[in-house]
C-alpha cells in the first residue's frame, strides 16, 4: 500500500504512485517556476475578485495547493497549471457567496486553461446558457430586468435596490418574484412578457 501526499522518515514526500520526491526539490522548483509568476496571478485574481482585499488571502491558497500537488507531482507547465488552481478557488468562493458576477464568468472565460476535463464542450454550452439569460433578461419589462439586476448580479440587497429605485422594498420584493417568474417561464416554456401573469 503507498502512501499519499505525506512526508516519510527521510523528508521527503510521497506521491500517489509511490515515488518519492525530495522536499528541497519541491522547494526549489516552487521558488523558481512558481513564485515568479505572481504579478500575472495576482493581476487575475485583481480583476476577477470583488473584494480586492481578498486577494492576499486567495493568492495563499493557492500557493498551497499548487505546492502540495507538487509534492505529489510536478506539474508541466506550471502556469496554466497556476492559474487553473485560481480559477478553481475562484469558482468555490463566488458559489459560497451564492453571488455570481457575469463579469468574473467573462474573466474566466477569457483565461481559456485547460484543467483536464472537456472543458470545450462545457465551454459551448455555458456561453450559449448565457447568451439565453442574457436573450431572456432583454425580453423582461425594464423594471423587473433592473431589479433582478442589481439583486442576482450586482448582488445588492433589497433596501439598496429600493434606494437605487426610489421605490419601497415590498416593490422591490414584487418585481423580483413577477422577473424570476418571468425568466424561468422564458428560458424553460412559453412566456408573452406582455401578458400580466399571476
Same mark, same amino acid.
Given at each position: 500500500m503507498t502512501k499519499t501526499s505525506e512526508t516519510g522518515r527521510d523528508g521527503v514526500a510521497i506521491s500517489r504512485a509511490g515515488i518519492a520526491l525530495p522536499l528541497p526539490d519541491v522547494s526549489a522548483w516552487f521558488v523558481r517556476e512558481v513564485l515568479p509568476l505572481e504579478p500575472v496571478l495576482t493581476n487575475f485574481l485583481r480583476r476577477s475578485l470583488r473584494n480586492k482585499s481578498d486577494v492576499a488571502d486567495l493568492r495563499q491558497d493557492v500557493y498551497v495547493r499548487v505546492y502540495e500537488a507538487g509534492r505529489r507531482e510536478i %506539474?508541466? %507547465?506550471?502556469? %496554466?497549471?497556476?492559474?487553473?488552481?485560481?480559477?478553481?478557488?475562484?469558482?468555490n468562493k463566488v458559489q459560497r457567496e451564492q453571488v455570481v458576477p457575469i463579469d468574473v464568468i467573462a474573466d474566466l472565460e477569457?483565461?481559456?486553461?485547460?484543467?483536464?476535463?472537456?472543458?470545450?464542450?462545457?465551454?459551448?454550452?455555458a456561453r450559449q446558457e448565457l447568451r439565453r439569460l442574457k436573450h431572456a433578461l432583454a425580453r423582461l419589462p425594464q423594471r423587473a430586468r433592473d431589479v433582478i439586476v442589481m439583486r442576482k448580479i450586482e448582488g445588492l440587497s433589497r433596501r439598496e435596490i429600493a434606494d437605487r429605485l426610489g421605490i419601497g422594498?415590498?416593490?422591490?420584493?414584487?418585481?423580483?418574484?413577477?422577473?424570476?417568474?418571468?425568466?424561468?417561464?422564458?428560458?424553460?416554456?412559453?412566456?408573452? %412578457?406582455?401578458?400580466?401573469h399571476d
Open positions: %506539474p508541466n %507547465p506550471v502556469k %496554466p497549471f497556476l492559474l487553473t488552481v485560481a480559477r478553481n478557488l475562484l469558482i477569457a483565461l481559456n486553461v485547460k484543467d483536464g476535463e472537456p472543458s470545450a464542450d462545457r465551454g459551448v454550452m422594498e415590498a416593490t422591490v420584493a414584487e418585481h423580483l418574484t413577477r422577473g424570476v417568474c418571468a425568466l424561468t417561464e422564458l428560458l424553460h416554456g412559453e412566456f408573452d %412578457p406582455g401578458v400580466e
